[in-house]
């Protein structure tokens, strides 16, 4: 490894722009005659749009337009869908209602959009918006998951009877029902999965610009995936055939997943541009943000796990309802089935699972993956229920799992997944020897002593990362393929671009794809640079989420550099007469393997553009593309343990410890990878102690700002003891397993398995907020 | 935002003027005003600023005696030395409003003429059975504050000062709302000349108000332990997402007793 | 409509907004200086922090024309030339940023934090202060560890002029 090759800690080339100001994101973006929109969106959870009346609204001063989505349908813009085709175990496709970008004859959560002005300014464009007058005809609304398939709940959409839109199983019922019946013990429990939102400090925002001469259409879009928004607009939404379309997600300020999905603002913003022929820029603020981005999480479940007299596991049955909001978003469907499901055996070795999932509509914003997806909700049910055994088991529960683990590999598991590689054990020692999981017992004394409650709690996760191969997910009802591309083109002088189809909205992407062009052909990563999130300038990409941009999109790069390399050692080779075989790639040069005859980089790169003396028949010129398309998951896993102190007068929970012990594969970029886990266990830890959107019954938002949905704040954590022990994955040439989403999956687990060991309870509801706490520890001293 | 017309006051008698035009509302610090403006909930046709009058800042010491200009913001009144020495437990206060961006800003007289059910000021002036000073009259905490955003301001009357004797041991104890972070239970306790006055903000459903139920308790014996047999009834306390009434019953009692042993400290 | 006249970043600027227009919004939309950011509507966030005669501020909460006549120091105007401030320079040497959104706000909160604090700063400090800063990506350890590691090298080195910066 050189200072700036591979597993180097180098510092990120793109955070000059973002230290100074300087950053490019869709709100900067302004193009001459560009005007400003504003939603007029619905206060109704649930209700009939009788009348739109948008006569006032179009006289007031600076609107340029006010539409409607009667006109939007008329032109022809088609509904928004859901990419991955789910059937029931009846055999029945999904059923999935009509969602349109501008409601026009029933709104179905509070926020759906209904109208778009355009105006002058963003302050009068808001103006009108208020003065356009709708008439609802009010409807029952349902919030529920639960609540929604009871007989007495309205109808949500007409395609889905009952409102279910899924009633899906996976895995063996037969044999996991005898597990369960000829059990000598079974833990028994139900699992709430709290509803998120996402957040992303960016919040969503869209530019459209219609260019009437060249009949054209460019969106700028906080998009984690430009080529998906790309193609999705054009195949399903009739914008524009993709070659009138361009998609430019430049600097985007997170995404946890909320920014995969094509939402309706940039699909509407587009049409718009072209009916008021000027350029339309929408901006969402917060409380748009808490409305409409996809929310995540929102799980009902029970579960039953049965043990062998020896504590072994035997089965495990899971039933599980999915609250999907008012429409099925993007990729809804793949995350409570196929990301869930898949990956309820965790860590162990469960010879019988049965899962069934009913997805549900409900009045509340739509559902779809956030940060983990699918595999934080199996994570949290398994590792609950294993606190919950081994307390009833009367075991440690460390060694309640250590004797469940799988230890060899590849190993097949009753729910599709075929793990790879794996070192389960050695994350659990690394994580109880960092924590002092054996001084525990003195420091609980200690904080007794102090009228505090201490508890420990500890979560084994395991995630399947990549989200590929294409054939597998194709089989599974994938819409989509899940590879990724990469273009590298080396300059005449020896710089070199690699176009990427995955896309930085924070990963440092443009410091560690860099890192991997240095590690093979010496160049400095200042003469390498990064190009993505352009449709006009990058081919065809899938873009990043399920941590996938190290082990997918590193991997298509790898590939493309091979082709590079090849065709490099051939130029050189030529050049210095020597056998092709012969040459190797050191401190940027070329060199015949043994002696001194070297050509320098940038010297052979001159040459394949020059052209005067290249081997006979080849094609001037130093540019290679590749698609990869992996041959399995990656499957990263880990240990982290949580120990708090609670104060029981106040309920207040301090993390007083937090480790990490996880099992990335190999690393490109330690320094990155650690800034992943801090904020993945952000979010875990926001999730088990601060975070959740709750809905009042008549469907109402009531944690619609940061007043009342809990942001996890530098004074709510603590600095994060962090480590790796990897086993390299076999499944794709750099030995990457994926890094963005554990610290999500792993951290909600343990941080309420202490929290329930601190109290001396079964369960407690996430968030477990101080009144949350409090309550429950008076449960319990009250008789 | 709904459009506005701003005026910037030299002295408390322009700004008295000002005030008489439109539906005009005076703006301080902003740091509520601005953001009910920005959702709309708030649409004054005129605001007038105050803060950059200079008779209205700074913190005056004078033997027992301190006066707070109106416009001090709340930075200013955490960092005072002088305030430091004769009532440290209010400087302490106003160093737990907000952020620090928002302590450059926002004002004691903003905030308690807002009279915000959580805001911090109101439960200390109270305590401290502070005088509210304006550009008519003189009134006492204990008539100041009158409701859920009310106060006994009258339109048009602008605060110029808060003034108080500085008691002889105080403290303020505070619970933020996880989320807003303002207070769930704020309780300010003071034992002065004239006793001991216990001031509660962020429970009470109808604002601002003095427990006299702890101050009785505390009257006997200025010490935590003399609180252990006090219950504090949940009746007209606030239930919400944050924290049902019987939780911030609780919390008073909890806050009630460790602003007490930080008051002896 | 206001004439709003101020000095940013060292430079006296002038414009017409409306009395409605925020400083924020007149610094990005009037002023090109888009490195000052809105993340919420809430005043909560931080991203919009910029310094008003040197101290921070949100400039979502703070009309335009509330700071005329005021000095303004945003993003744009805190590095010396090409030398970074030490601030910034300790959020890229400690990856205390990852997209990069909140990152103008939480810098210029740092510098002033570390202002206000010439005795030095402690992690529990740091975090208290950083109340009004919301980061999503970062769990906040690295940015902790970037403004602890900036106020020692601040102290330590040339004191006047980096404060002064700030």
Redesign the interface.
Known sequence: MGIEGVGARVARKEDKRFITGAGRYVDDMVVPGMKHAAFVRSPHAHAQIKKIDVKKAKAMPGVIGVLTGKELKADGIGNLICGWMIHSKDGTPMKMGAWSPLAFDKVRYVGDAVVIVVAETKGQARDAAEAVDITYKELKAVVDAPKALERSAPQIHLEADGNLIFDWELGDSTATNAAIKAAAHVTRMKIVNNRLVPNAMEPRAALGHYDKAEDHYTCWTTSQNPHVARLVMSAFYNVAPENKLRVIAPDVGGGFGSKIFIYPEEIICLWASKKTGVPVKWVADRTESFLTDAHGRDHVSTVEMAFDKDNRITGLKVDTIANFGAYMSLFSSSVPTYLYATLLSGQYDIPAIHANVRAVYTNTAPVDAYRGAGRPEATYLLERTMETAARELGVSPAELRRKNFITSFPHQTPVIMNYDAGDYGASLDAAMKASDYAGFAKRKADAVKRGKLRGIGMSCYIEACGIAPSAAVGSLGAGVGLWESAEVRVNAVGTIEVLTGSHSHGQGHETTFAQLVNERFGVPIDSVSIVHGDTDKVQMGMGTYGSRSGAVGMSAIVKALDKVEAKAKKIAAHLLEADEGDIVIENGALKVAGTDKNVPWFQMALAAYTAHNLPGGMEPGLKETAFYDPSNFTFPAGCYICEVEIDPETGVTEIVQFVAADDFGNIINPMIVEGQVHGGIAQGVGQALLEGAHYDASGQLLTASYMDYTMPRADDLPSFKISTSNTPCPGNPLGIKGCGEAGAIGSPPAVINAITDAIGITDIAMPASPSTVWAAIRATTKH | ??????H?AASVTEAAKLIKSGDAKL?SG??TL??A????LAAPSD?V?L?RIKELQGVKVSGKTVTIGAATTH?DVASDEKLKKACPALAHMASLI?????R??GTIGGSIANNDPAADYPAALLALDATIVTNKREIAAGKFFTGLFETALKDGEIITAVTFTAPAKAAYEK?RN????YAIVGVFVAKGKDGVRVAVTGAGDDGVFRSKDIEAALTKSFMAAALDGVKVSAKNLMSD????AD?RA??IA?MAKRAVTAANA | MSDISLTVNGRRVSGAAEDRTLLVHFLRENLGLTGTHVGCDTSQCGACVVHVDGKAVKSCTMLAVQASGSSVVTIEGLADGADLHPVQAAFKEHHGLQCGFCTPGMIMAATDMIARHPEGLDEATVRAELEGNICRCTGYHNIVKAILAASKTMAKGSKGKARQAA
């Open positions: 935002m709904y459009s506005v017309n701003y910037r703006l902003g740091m601005i953001p403006m920005k959702t709309r605001l600023d803060s930075y907000g952020d620090p961006a928002v450059h800003k619970f996880p989320a807003s972070r997402l944050h924290a049902s939780y609780n919390l909890v």
